[in-house]
């Protein structure tokens, strides 16, 4: 499979979604994930670099998770509620009632969804912008 049919096939997997946060992402925006690092050797069979090891990433879940192993990821996000709260800018504009933070509730997109049956799919896909 070449390149470009790989990257429309990633895309497509959640919809044009990241499958880390769900947000909507265009095909020349997404980063493909490797979901289990190339770094690691062969795990549960599945091959590295295989289609089955990529997900479609936005720029910012594909530069958090890095090298990460998926549950490793998990347990960074859990924890990132507490360091942003710490934050100087985030202490003041709690006090002013401006913003609330909450907790990662430790599923990715991708497993929300896997309860959605394909007919439901289709619903959460990119809307392409057309201009006048």
Do not use: W
């Not at 390149?3 to 429309?8: M, P």
């Amino acid at each position: 499979m070449n390149r470009k049919a790989e990257r429309l096939q990633v895309h497509s997997l959640y919809g044009g979604r990241c499958a880390y946060c769900g947000t909507p992402i265009e095909i020349q925006e997404m980063q493909v994930d490797h979901y289990l690092p190339l770094r690691r050797r062969k795990k549960n069979g599945l091959e590295r670099d295989s289609i089955d090891n990529k997900k479609p990433a936005c720029r910012s879940c594909n530069h958090y998770k890095r090298g990460l192993l998926p549950e490793n990821f998990r347990k960074v996000l859990k924890k990132l509620h507490l360091r942003i709260a710490e934050l100087y800018h985030i202490r003041v504009a709690r006090s002013y009632d401006m913003i609330s933070i909450k907790p990662f509730d430790g599923q990715f997109y991708f497993e929300k969804i896997s309860s959605i049956s394909a007919e439901e799919i289709p619903a959460l896909t990119v809307q392409t912008k057309v201009d006048p």
